[in-house]
T-cell receptor, first 110, second 117 residues
Framework: DAKTTQPPSMDCAEGRAANLPCNHS???????VYWYRQIHSQGPQYIIH???NNETNEMASLIITEDRKSSTLILPHATLRDTAVYYC???????????FGKGTHLIIQP | GAVVSQHPSWVICKSGTSVKIECRSL??????MFWYRQFPKQSLMLMAT?????????EQGVEKDKFLINHASLTLSTLTVTSAHPEDSSFYIC?????????????FGPGTRLTVL
């Protein structure tokens, strides 16, 4: 699976949009971009995933660049409960486990 | 999203004893489940892939005789830490792969915190 690079930490004001970047320059054509988050001492929570088109669900939006070498997760109206470590993971199809990097520790400030 | 449970949520045991952790998919069937562990201030590390009705596949460096995995049904996988030692103290997390209706997503349990004295 391709490697991802994320900033170690980010701050965002409550109520503002949080934009979390991820670089995955070695992504291959059949690999998806997944986003999970982990709130302290809990299991990771699935957020969203995409292949090449932008995706949106009730939690977030995922913007993937045209060359697929980077993506941005957008939390449109961040709340204090969104404080967590956010992981960007690239994975092909199939029954493989996920490879977690260090992620981005997002801190929502009141 | 789909729900995955783990039991127990935490356990404290003496060195040398064995501990069993259960992982259940509550509202979907999972032919594949995964076991991870997470040490303090580190990221999750995949330990093994558990397939219903067959032997688990272990990642490099994970002792299969120490971490016994059984996936006896489409909704239950168990991880047994045998002869546990203090260095096995960690946060153990399972995930289950939901392939229903065009999905291919992994959902995680809440984790089990193991402390070996």
């Amino acid at each position: 699976d391709a490697k991802t690079t994320q900033p170690p930490s980010m701050d965002c004001a409550e109520g503002r949009a949080a934009n979390l970047p991820c670089n995955h320059s070695t992504i291959s054509g059949n690999e998806y971009v997944y986003w999970y988050r982990q709130i302290h001492s809990q299991g990771p929570q699935y957020i969203i995933h995409g292949l090449k088109n932008n995706e949106t669900n009730e939690m977030a939006s995922l913007i993937i660049t045209e060359d697929r070498k980077s993506s941005t997760l957008i939390l449109p109206h961040a709340t204090l409960r969104d404080t967590a470590v956010y992981y960007c993971i690239v994975k092909g199809g199939g029954a493989d486990g996920l490879t977690f990097g260090k992620g981005t520790h997002l801190i929502i400030q009141p | 999203g789909a729900v995955v449970s783990q039991h127990p949520s935490w356990v404290i045991c003496k060195s040398g004893t064995s501990v069993k952790i259960e992982c259940r998919s509550l509202d979907f069937q999972a032919t594949t489940m995964f076991w991870y562990r997470q040490f303090p201030k580190q990221s999750l590390m995949l330990m093994a892939t558990s397939n219903e009705g067959s032997k688990a596949t272990y990642e490099q460096g994970v002792e299969k005789d120490k971490f016994l995995i059984n996936h006896a049904s489409l909704t239950l996988s168990t991880l047994t830490v045998t002869s546990a030692h203090p260095e096995d103290s960690s946060f153990y997390i399972c995930s289950a792969r939901d392939m229903g209706e065009g999905l291919d997503e992994q959902f995680f349990g809440p984790g089990t915190r193991l402390t070996v004295l």
